[in-house]
């Protein structure tokens, strides 16, 4: 079956220091990635996406996730994190076209908290 | 543009009523999708539709639920009869789908929070 999983529930971090959030997944083909974070009572917002090329992809507010093919991982990061990042992140896949007419995967979603 | 439009914002109904969620998508979109949204069984997708076509329909949970998408700028989800268990957040999001690539990102409405009592 094909699957997103983010292994943490909740990741804690203090600000200032570098965060990670993992994601995992198991899809047939060469899906595309994306991050999403979604704020209370609020939508779910892109905040970026792998399609092909450099491993390390940038994305908004300072993120950056990092493709690794071998692991099936797509892990966010981000060097400094800062308060105003707590929120709720999902990974996502989509698989390709000639796959499954582009479906669209979620992860569980991770609460990250980021203490001053 | 607007952005996906999704109404009521939040509904109350009784066992048993029929509720019906709206979805208005980005112009120009071709892809849209329904996910429903709880604590214990977080983002799942119910349905999704492309050039207005369902694609997968595998995640409505019973034949209780059924969606529809008569044109290009308006989809239906409808659940009846409701049943407390039925109470979440419903999202629906759009996204484009361009020379058959599917590697663009899909926009969220803000989501309809459904409390069935």
């Known amino acids: 079956a094909q699957s997103v999983a983010q292994p943490e529930d909740q990741v804690n971090v203090a600000e200032g220091n570098p965060l990670t959030v993992k994601c995992t997944y198991s899809?047939?083909?060469?899906?595309?990635l994306f991050w999403y974070v979604q704020y209370p009572n609020r939508g779910l917002q892109f905040l970026l996406k792998y399609i092909t090329g450099d491993n390390l992809v940038k994305g908004s507010y300072g993120f950056e996730a990092e493709f690794n093919k071998s692991q099936t991982s797509f892990h966010l990061k981000k060097p400094s994190a800062l308060v105003s990042d707590s929120a709720l992140y999902f990974c996502a896949v989509r698989l390709r076209i000639y796959n499954q007419g582009g479906k669209l995967i979620f992860g569980q979603g991770t609460e990250l908290s980021v203490k001053p | 543009d607007a952005g996906v439009i999704q109404s009521p914002r939040h509904e109350v109904t009784e066992m048993g009523q029929e509720v019906t969620l709206r979805c208005k998508p980005i112009s120009g979109h071709n892809s849209l999708f329904w996910y429903r949204q709880t604590m214990m069984r977080g983002l799942e997708l119910l349905i999704y539709f492309n050039n207005n076509v369902p694609i997968d329909d595998s995640g409505m949970p019973e034949d209780r639920f059924s969606a529809k998408m008569p044109n290009a700028s308006f989809s239906t989800l409808k659940i009846q009869p409701s049943e407390p268990r039925d109470s979440a957040v419903y999202f629906c999001?759009?996204?484009?789908?361009?020379?058959?690539?599917?590697?663009?990102?899909?926009?969220f409405g803000q989501g309809t929070r459904l409390t069935v009592v």
């Open positions: 999001a759009s996204s484009r789908i361009f020379r058959g690539s599917t590697n663009t990102e899909a926009f």
């Open positions: 899809v047939s083909g060469n899906p595309y």
